[in-house]
């Protein structure tokens, strides 16, 4: 049986009443979506893609490399939420921001990152949207859907998107305008023939 798509035409002249993220943060502290991969993106609350092999090692091993560089006072977290805007509160893979609180999310990230293979377009467009719309200053998706590892670091944010991409390969070197650090794209784990 064919699933019938929601068209939002379709309640004209009536509109969809998005979530805020105060009210997301509310009905997930209820419990209600325990055991569900959910983000909320532009009110709506979205599944998240699985991960792959590939995409869940890259991950861990990033975490594990800024926590190694980094000191006591910066906050790495992993798969976790990001307070990005009044009404998204999306998951990256890596965040990087300063240690604040220990249990409030990250709402002044230095480095957002997403490792990206099913999740490529809307990492490409509606996140990296809200992530420069909330002034995320460095923004890297770090795409494994090919032969080729390719990192797009993502700077000058603003309202309308990032202002400046830069495409980086092995040979290339990532270096987070807001950290001092310098990572060898070709250090990162990835099956390269």
Same mark, same amino acid.
């Given at each position: 049986?064919?699933?019938?798509?929601?068209? =939002?035409?379709?309640?004209?002249?009536?509109?969809?009443?998005?979530?805020?993220?105060?009210?997301?943060?509310?009905?997930?502290?209820?419990?209600?979506?325990? $055991?569900?991969?959910?983000?909320?993106?532009?009110?709506?609350?979205v599944?998240?893609?699985?991960?792959?092999?590939?995409?869940?090692?890259?991950?861990?091993?990033l975490?594990?490399?800024?926590?190694?560089?980094?000191?006591?006072?910066?906050?790495?977290?992993?798969?976790?939420?990001?307070?990005?805007?009044?009404?998204?509160?999306?998951?990256?893979d890596?965040? /990087?921001?300063r240690?604040?609180?220990?249990?409030?999310?990250?709402?002044?990230?230095?480095?957002? *990152?997403?490792?990206?293979?099913?999740? *490529?377009?809307?990492?490409?467009?509606?996140?990296?949207? *809200?992530?420069?719309?909330?002034?995320?200053?460095?923004?890297?998706? *770090?795409?494994?859907? $090919?032969?080729?590892?390719?990192?797009?670091?993502?700077?000058?944010?603003?309202?309308?998107?990032?202002?400046?991409? /830069?495409?980086?390969?092995?040979?290339?070197?990532?270096? =987070?305008?807001?950290?001092?650090?310098?990572?060898?794209?070709?250090?990162?784990?990835?099956?390269?023939?």
């Amino acid at each position: 049986m064919l699933a019938t798509m929601f068209d =939002p035409s379709l309640v004209h002249p009536e509109h969809i009443r998005p979530l805020t993220r105060t009210e997301y943060d509310r009905i997930v502290d209820t419990g209600i979506f325990d $055991g569900q991969e959910l983000e909320l993106l532009r009110g709506m609350l979205v599944t998240m893609s699985p991960q792959g092999e590939v995409h869940a090692g890259l991950t861990a091993w990033l975490v594990r490399w800024f926590v190694r560089k980094l000191d006591d006072g910066y906050d790495v977290r992993g798969h976790s939420p990001y307070a990005a805007t009044d009404d998204s509160e999306p998951e990256p893979d890596v965040t /990087v921001s300063r240690a604040t609180h220990l249990f409030a999310h990250p709402t002044s990230p230095l480095l957002v *990152i997403e490792v990206s293979d099913s999740s *490529i377009r809307k990492d490409r467009t509606l996140k990296s949207s *809200i992530y420069a719309e909330a002034g995320a200053p460095e923004y890297w998706i *770090i795409d494994v859907t $090919g032969d080729e590892l390719v990192v797009q670091v993502h700077t000058q944010p603003s309202p309308l998107g990032y202002g400046r991409t /830069v495409t980086l390969r092995d040979g290339d070197v990532l270096r =987070p305008t807001r950290l001092d650090l310098e990572l060898p794209v070709l250090d990162l784990p990835f099956p390269r023939d």
